[in-house]
């Protein structure tokens, strides 16, 4: 296949060729519409494949759903039907009763330790049973991450894309067939391939209905847009998609920047603030970095799942791969965005975390909203201002892990200066 095997910078190549020949002139029009109708077909490739593993995780539910329903260890009523039926039947003979009942109790805490049993008061079990998970499998796109689909749109602009290139982008994933809107999803990085291949030139997101720009207010490389909500999306959801550029002194280790309102856990977070210490890099005005002692303040909040229902170990896998796929009743919802629900990656404890300085103990206090922290004068500055920046954050990723995420404040510092 032409869109696999031929090379990136190719495109750009000939791309470059086409504008940069005179006014009314058709040289390369030929190449141009070849690489087209391929960047077209790897798009289709790329939304069948995820279709594809979509399709496998619906029929591996429906076989979850079946075997629960046929096996006496995951059913809940049978499972309660037989520990009744087994109370009830009569010992064998010459077996001490209380050394028998010792037998069971002992044998029912070690099921539940070991984590694959089932609850005896509530009637709600899991059995050990293996259940199918999914295997598909492909370099052209991974469950769980955004799908990086390619059009090839020559930009007599140059490299920043105007409104007209952008138009004429979303035109061209409409000729890719009919079918191709349909399986576009909010979230999904569209790659104008024709502009090269360097940071994040020519990429774009698709919101549902339209492609929006990157964000280069902290990044030179760019970064996801403040119209999107990053709780929607699994922390990791970007990565190596878009690409995150590195800064000495703000960003040395690469970290994406996300956007999340912590003011719903504003209590929380007051409870538990504290101010710490711990080792980090500095910045010198001569660019080095040397290891310091730092001050910071750090607190958590909690983000928990919904009640765990009857079908919960059915839909572990969609919860894995697929969230989008789980019932709206197992997901919880983004507080004060209706319609829209946290990833289950997002589950568990979030550590926040910002310098320890009375401008950044300030900046967090007003990301917590109002009426959390007692009033502070206004003459503190350096806190970023407005209901927009007070949702931006990094994700640390050397120190998070699943069921642990680590967000610091971005603080306005830290702007690009063009």
């Given amino acids: 296949m032409r869109g696999i095997s031929m090379p990136t910078h190719d495109y750009a190549r000939f791309a470059h060729a086409y504008v940069s020949q005179p006014k009314g002139a058709s040289r390369g029009l030929g190449n141009v519409l070849s690489l087209a109708l391929t960047t077209r077909a790897y798009t289709k490739v790329v939304l069948r494949l995820r279709a594809q593993a979509e399709s496998e995780a619906k029929w591996i539910t429906r076989l979850r759903e079946e075997h629960v329903r046929t096996c006496s260890g995951c059913s809940p009523n049978q499972a309660t039907k037989a520990r009744d039926e087994k109370s009830q039947a009569p010992l064998p003979s ?22 694959g049993s089932m609850s005896s008061s509530s009637g709600t079990s899991s059995c050990a049973c293996p259940l199918p998970r999914p295997s598909f499998h492909s370099p052209l796109f991974r469950p769980n991450r955004a799908a990086l689909l390619r059009v090839f749109v020559p930009s007599p602009d140059g490299t920043w894309l105007s409104d007209v290139s952008v138009e004429e982008c979303e035109a061209e994933l409409r000729r890719s067939a009919t079918g191709v809107m349909k399986l576009l999803r909010a979230g999904d990085v569209v790659w104008d391939i024709a502009l090269g291949d360097e940071g994040n030139i020519g990429r774009m997101v698709w919101d549902g209905g339209y492609l929006v720009d990157l964000d280069y207010r902290y990044s030179r490389l760019g970064e996801l847009s403040p119209y999107f909500h990053s709780l929607a999306f699994p922390p990791s959801y970007f990565h190596r998609v878009i690409r995150i550029g590195a800064s000495a002194g703000h960003n040395p280790q690469e970290n994406p920047i996300v956007y999340v309102d912590v003011s719903p856990w504003g209590q929380e977070i007051a409870r538990n603030l504290q101010l710490l210490q711990e080792r980090g890099k500095a910045e010198t005005p001569h660019g080095a970095l040397h290891d310091v002692v730092l001050w910071v303040h750090r607190s958590s909040f909690k983000i928990h799942p919904p009640a765990t229902t009857d079908h919960a170990r059915v839909h572990s896998h969609l919860r894995e791969y697929f969230p989008h796929l789980v019932p709206s009743s197992e997901r919880r919802a983004i507080p004060n965005v209706p319609g829209s629900f946290i990833d289950p990656n997002w589950y568990g404890t979030v550590v926040v975390e910002v310098e320890g300085t009375q401008e950044g103990l300030a900046d967090l206090q007003d990301r917590c909203g109002p009426g959390v922290f007692p009033p502070r004068p206004e003459a503190i ?16 990723r050397e120190k998070s892990r699943p069921g642990e995420i680590w967000l610091r404040v971005v603080r306005e510092k830290e702007r690009v200066t063009w």
């Avoid at 350096?382 to 007070?390: A, D, S």
């Fill in 381 to 396: 500055t350096g806190i970023v201002k407005g209901v927009e920046r007070r949702r931006i954050w990094r994700v640390i």
């Fill in 94 to 115: 010459g077996s001490p009763p209380h050394h028998d009942a010792s037998k069971a109790n002992g044998h029912a805490r070690q099921t539940s330790s070991s984590g």
